[in-house]
């Protein structure tokens, strides 16, 4: 008899469709999410990634297809999924005019806590998100770090089985997200699978341990980060022209017979390629057709190289 694996799954999903009208947000996702792990969605804005979350936190009803949420039916049983589950949101769900100690006490007391019980969990919250000392200024005055911290220790009153991050550092300054980082993997280190959505290709690749990529509603790839990479090629061709790069990247185009993406800045163009011997080809044919080049380089893809070679469009954003 094979051995069922659903039990060890966090999340199943089979065939998931949510239409809007004429137009379909997702179209039929397929998902498996071990227990215990960061699995992220990775996506630019409109791809579909919030709202394949809302179905799964039973917040949308889906179209088509099935789920099971730590091994609850989607469908027949979303009392017991939502009982299972956490979400935060894109953006944080708190009372501005209270403090950040009222924020948490309120949210204990909802969940059943007795007075005493609920000041204690919101002392344990603040303390272990580093807010200590802020608990007792209004939520007005945090900064945008401070509030996505409090905003995820209030998805943990109650310590849930999954935790939803919908793109958890939005608007967050380098800083800020790291230590929004270092709170995640803390998470999934004490047992909380978390499925995060992103477009930050960076943040994919330092959390998850396994990456789905959806685009048009569809997902186009899955694996971890180092088998999307590897989807690409064996390395990638990196180069930086001395003339226009407009020129040079219509060069490296036809003579690779690769779609050309340019870094964030511009400066840096790349072309996924099989093998060193590929890239001294290239290298070759460019001089022939007197493009100067400032720099070159072999290396590994990129996520956002990944992305760019999978979808063939606009990437996401790698900075807010």
Known sequence: M????SSALAIRARGLVKRFGTFTAVDGIDLDVPRGTIFAILGPNGAGKTTLLRMLATLLRP???EATVMGHDLLAEPDA????????GQFASLDEDLTGRENLVMLARLWGFGRAAARERAAAL?????LAEAGHRQVKAYSGGMRRRLDIAASLVVTPGILFLDEPTTGL???ARTGVWALIRGLAASGVTILLTTQYLEEADQLASRIAVIDHGRKIAE?????LKAQTGSGALH???????????GALGRLSGRLVHRSPEGGELSVPVRDAAEAQEILAALGREGVGLADFRMGQPTLEEVFFALTGGPRPETRP
């Open 2 to 5: 094979p051995f069922d694996t």
């Open 63 to 65: 179209d088509g297809g």
């Open 81 to 88: 999924v939502r009982g299972a589950i956490s979400l935060t």
């Open 126 to 130: 603040l303390a272990a998100f580093d």
């Open 173 to 175: 300054d380098p800083t």
């Open 223 to 227: 694996g971890t980060s180092r088998q």
């Open 239 to 249: 180069i930086t022209p001395l003339g226009p790069s407009d020129i040079a990247a």
